[in-house]
C-alpha cells in the first residue's frame, strides 16, 4: 500500500467519522428536545389532572347543594309557589 492511497484512506475514514459523529450529535439533540417537550406535556396534563379532579372533590359538594335546591324549588312549585320570570305551561 502506498502513502498517498493511505493517506486518502485515512481522509475517507476521518471524514466518514466527521459525519457520523455529526450525525449521531444532530439525533441526540433532537432526541433531548423531544422528551424534554413530552415532559412539559406531561406536567401539563398531571396539573390539569390534578385541577379537575379538585373540581370534582369540590363539585360533590356542589351537586347536592344544586340537588336540594332542585327539591326545594320542586316541593315550593307543586305548593303552587313560582318565580317571576317561570313561563306557565297550560
Known amino acids: 500500500m502506498n502513502e498517498n492511497k493511505f493517506k486518502r484512506l485515512v481522509a475517507a475514514a476521518t471524514a466518514t467519522g466527521v459525519i457520523l459523529l455529526v450525525l449521531l450529535i444532530s439525533v441526540l ?6 422528551i424534554s417537550i413530552e415532559n412539559a406535556k406531561w406536567k401539563e396534563l398531571n396539573a390539569a389532572i390534578a385541577k379537575y379532579e379538585q373540581l370534582i372533590e369540590e363539585g360533590g359538594d356542589l351537586i347536592e347543594i344544586r340537588q336540594t335546591r332542585w327539591w326545594i324549588e320542586q316541593r315550593a312549585r307543586e305548593l303552587g309557589y313560582r318565580y317571576e320570570d317561570d313561563v306557565e305551561l297550560n
Do not use: K, N, R, Y
Open 29 to 34: 439533540i433532537f432526541q433531548l428536545i423531544s
